[in-house]
């Protein structure tokens, strides 16, 4: 079993960034293909942002895209988010998920998730 676990949340001012990071537990490396999702307090989970096992295919949500960018270094076992431009509406718990297969946007599809990190972004 996989285990994510999140780091790089926090309170920021609208306009800040912050760069979220997602890295297994123990000997795991990261999944071929790692997501970012996030749930806002009475919202369901929304996707925000994919990237392929080698870094080459990207997607990112209509809300984020131009302002978040996903990334990974599998030589560090690790995938980012760089969030740029954060509006107070980005604030949510944000989760690292992974995934064995092609790139996928839905969280049903994937099989390993972090405890997630909390995102605030004041007006």
């Known amino acids: 079993q996989v285990q994510l676990v999140e780091s790089g949340g926090g309170l920021v001012q609208a306009g800040g960034s912050l760069r979220l990071s997602c890295a297994p537990s123990?000997?795991?490396?990261?999944?071929?293909?790692m997501g970012w999702f996030r749930q806002a307090p009475g919202k369901e989970r929304e996707f925000v942002a994919a990237?392929?096992?080698?870094?080459?295919?990207?997607y990112s949500s209509d809300s984020v895209k131009g302002r978040f960018t996903i990334s990974r270094d599998n030589a560090k076992n690790t995938v980012y988010l760089q969030m740029n431009s954060l509006k107070p509406e980005d604030t949510a718990v944000y989760y690292c998920?992974?995934?064995?297969?092609?790139?996928?946007?839905?969280?049903?599809?994937?099989?390993?998730w972090g405890q997630g990190t909390q995102v605030t972004v004041s007006s």
């Open positions: 990237v392929s096992q080698i870094g080459t295919s990207t």
């Open positions: 998920a992974g995934r064995i297969g092609p790139l996928r946007t839905a969280g049903s599809e994937y099989n390993y």
């Open positions: 123990g000997r795991a490396f990261i999944l071929p293909v």
